[in-house]
């Protein structure tokens, strides 16, 4: 089983900045990608940016030139530098990874793992 824990939320003022944190931990053999998400009240969870094991990045279109991912491989840990917060960015803030756990030398099991939300508040 995989583990995230993310970090980081909390409420912030229009127009601030705020930098959540999620590290997975637990049977991995590879991650392919990890990656933020975001559910507001009555909305469906969107994406909010994604970032490979090769570096590659995408952005939802509503943050972009905003919001920052980044990651650190040697700690399994992803980051989201968040700035110029306006107030629709209030939701919960998940942690999504996915990848490969330690199995066999043959067989190396998938995994889609989801970290417990992190609420992010943008209001004066």
């Known amino acids: 089983q995989v583990q995230l824990v993310e970090s980081g939320g909390g409420l912030v003022q229009p127009g601030g900045s705020l930098r959540l944190s999620c590290a997975a931990s637990?049977?991995?053999?590879?991650?392919?990608?990890m990656g933020w998400y975001r559910q507001a009240p009555g909305k469906e969870r969107e994406l909010v940016a994604i970032i490979t094991s090769t570096g590659s990045t995408n952005y939802g279109d509503s943050v972009k030139g905003r919001f920052t991912i980044s990651r650190d491989s040697a700690k399994n840990t992803v980051y989201l530098q968040m700035s110029s917060l306006k107030s629709e960015d209030t939701a919960v803030y998940y942690c999504?990874?996915?990848?490969?756990?330690?199995?066999?030398?043959?067989?190396?099991?998938?995994?889609?793992?989801w970290g417990q939300g992190t609420q992010v508040t943008v209001s004066a």
């Open positions: 637990g049977s991995i053999f590879r991650i392919n990608a």
């Open positions: 999504n990874a996915e990848g490969l756990g330690r199995g066999t030398y043959f067989y190396q099991p998938p995994f889609d793992s």
